[in-house]
């Protein structure tokens, strides 16, 4: 008769245990990735719709739209597309919820020589102090509004004139679980790019 030893069955046991962790890291890694790149093709999804209904000049509800905009809700977590109308915003539809971790975690405006002029890193943190950005049915071309203000301001117009236009804002979305956290980026430009990073 023929069997085997403890020693073997240990080995064995040992190298699955090994094979085993290696793969369920990998599937944690893969899965978290999955996740934040679910949310992050929904945010650009809202943007491009935002875009195509500026320059297709939809009109919502029998409402002429002047702008099309996306707005990062304050709980980091939720956007809202909405038609500008000359009676005041229209909510197109229920606010997109991101995935379960992730959420919105800087938006960084940048002048035309790549200068970063102003990041929102607690644009969540208080109520009135909401990003946004807008498409013009004219032109098709986003304008960020980081708190209330004239368009291309930053959140303090005392520090940031009025005259630095924005080129474009990054918007970094992060997941994190755990001890898990990774990022990515959209770039959102004022000649229409809309790109992951």
């Known amino acids: 008769m023929k069997g085997y030893t403890l020693v073997e069955v240990l080995v064995v046991i040992a190298i699955m245990a090994i094979l085993g962790t290696i ?14 790149t679910d949310g992050v093709n929904k945010i650009q999804s809202l ?12 009109i919502h509800n029998n409402s002429t739209c002047f702008n099309w905009s996306v707005r990062f809700n304050t709980d980091k977590k939720t956007l809202s597309l ?3 109308t000359q009676s005041g915003d229209v909510e197109k539809s229920p606010p997109l919820t991101l995935p379960e971790g992730v ?4 938006i960084t405006a940048f002048d035309s020589s790549g200068g970063s002029i102003c990041t929102s890193t607690n644009f969540a943190a208080q109520s ?3 990003a946004t950005t807008s498409y013009s049915t004219l032109y098709g071309k986003p304008t960020l509004i980081l708190a209330k203000g004239d368009f291309a301001q930053c959140p303090d117009p005392d520090v940031i ?5 924005i080129a474009r804002f990054i918007v970094e979305i ?13 770039r959102v430009s004022t ?5 992951v990073e």
């Open 23 to 36: 793969g369920y890291a990998n599937y944690v890694s893969f899965s978290s990735n999955q996740i934040l």
């Open 47 to 58: 943007l491009r719709a935002a875009q195509t209904n500026a320059t297709a000049s939809v």
């Open 82 to 84: 909405f038609c500008e």
């Open 103 to 106: 959420t919105i975690n800087t």
């Open 128 to 130: 009135a102090y909401t």
């Open 161 to 165: 004139p009025a005259a630095i236009p």
């Open 174 to 186: 992060k997941y994190e679980r755990g001890t898990t956290s990774i990022r990515k980026n959209i």
């Open 191 to 195: 000649g229409g790019q809309i790109n």
